[in-house]
């Protein structure tokens, strides 16, 4: 009877052992870090991998050390020309300084959740309307480094801020949709008019095209026909000149009763013409004299009209 109860005790001994042992040994993964207080003072930090936490003195709390981000619900400011404007935005972050995030702030992710919307509104209320629907990119960066400041000291780093989205007033909405209706139509008119532009270009460019092509076919035709007119002209008169060289040899051979022949065959066909009047040059007296003494030598009569 007695060695039941041992049994037991033994039993309840391993157990307890075996807890002691589980809740001392503690497995950290590569991104964790244990934050050890012993009897309530900061002792040390440890991890990644096995981790022997001393039972009922020392206590451990887990910190996540990778990038981790917050999603700041929307918020409305008023920017420095008092436009009410509703933004959201995403914090991103991560622990540096496990002991101070756990050590400084009750609840760092509640905490930067509230930093971050006050921040937003100080940050807003110094930028005018247009600035903050034009100026996202530096907007966030001013946040980032105000954040940044806060949160240093709780052992976070803000590495970025994006603004997801920013809704003006309604009556600011309607004008921006006016603006851009505006200046669609303008880009049209733009477009258009540069089409037309391109296309009196490229017009004039052929008509240019064309009139050049046509004056040099004028000069080529004009040179053309230049060059026939001195080529039939050359010929002309080298055939004119060919005709006075024969008529030239030709009166090297002629003799006075020859010219005188030629000249009453002239006076016959001047004869038969239907004019009642002519002229007649002072040259035929002599001519009909010298026609007149050479016949009358070739028929033995004497030129004073004498017989011998």
């Known amino acids: 009877m007695d060695a039941v109860p041992s049994f037991f005790?033994?039993?309840?001994?391993?157990?307890?052992?075996?807890?002691?042992?589980v809740r001392s040994v503690r497995l950290t993964l590569q991104y964790e870090r244990l934050v050890i207080l012993f009897l309530g003072k900061y002792a040390a930090t440890r991890g990644p991998g096995l981790v022997f936490?001393?039972?009922?003195?020392?206590?451990?709390?887990?910190?996540?050390?990778r990038e981790r981000?917050?999603?700041?619900?929307?918020q409305t400011s008023i920017s420095k020309?008092?436009?009410?404007?509703?933004?959201?935005?995403?914090?991103?972050?991560?622990?540096?300084?496990?002991?101070d995030s756990v050590l400084k702030v009750d609840n760092a992710v509640r905490a930067s959740l509230n930093i971050a919307a006050t921040t937003l509104r100080s940050v807003i209320g110094d930028i005018v309307l247009d600035d903050v629907l034009a100026k996202r990119e530096?907007?966030?960066?001013?946040?980032?480094?105000?954040?940044?400041?806060?949160?240093?000291?709780?052992?976070?780093k803000v590495t970025r801020v994006e603004i997801r989205e920013i809704e003006p007033p309604r009556e600011v909405q309607d004008a921006m949709?006016?603006?851009?209706?505006?200046?669609?139509?303008?880009?049209?008119?733009?477009?258009?008019?540069?089409?037309?532009?391109?296309?009196?270009?490229?017009?004039?460019?052929?008509?240019r095209q064309s009139s050049i092509l046509k004056a040099q076919g004028d000069k080529e035709s004009a040179i053309l026909k230049a060059e026939g007119e001195r080529q039939s002209q050359l010929l002309r008169a080298q055939g004119f000149a060919a005709s006075l060289e024969a008529i030239s040899?030709?009166?090297?051979?002629?003799?006075?009763?020859?010219?005188?022949?030629?000249?009453?065959?002239?006076?016959?066909?001047?004869?038969?013409?239907a004019s009642t009047k002519f002229v007649l040059p002072m040259e035929l007296t002599n001519l009909m004299a010298k026609v007149t003494g050479q016949i009358a030598s070739k028929n033995g009569?004497?030129?004073d009209g004498k017989g011998s």
């Open 249 to 273: 040899k030709e009166a090297k051979d002629l003799d006075e009763q020859t010219m005188a022949l030629q000249y009453l065959d002239t006076l016959r066909s001047v004869g038969t013409s």
């Open 81 to 99: 020309d008092n436009a009410p404007i509703n933004v959201d935005f995403l914090v991103y972050y991560r622990v540096v300084n496990a002991p």
């Open 177 to 207: 949709n006016r603006q851009m209706t505006a200046e669609r139509e303008r880009r049209a008119m733009v477009t258009r008019a540069e089409g037309e532009r391109e296309s009196a270009i490229m017009v004039a460019e052929g008509q």
């Open 138 to 156: 530096q907007i966030n960066d001013v946040l980032r480094v105000k954040l940044d400041e806060v949160t240093e000291s709780w052992g976070l």
């Open 53 to 65: 936490v001393l039972p009922f003195f020392e206590q451990a709390i887990k910190v996540d050390m």
């Open 301 to 303: 009569v004497p030129q």
């Open 9 to 21: 005790i033994i039993v309840l001994g391993i157990l307890f052992v075996f807890s002691i042992v």
């Open 69 to 74: 981000f917050l999603e700041i619900p929307r």
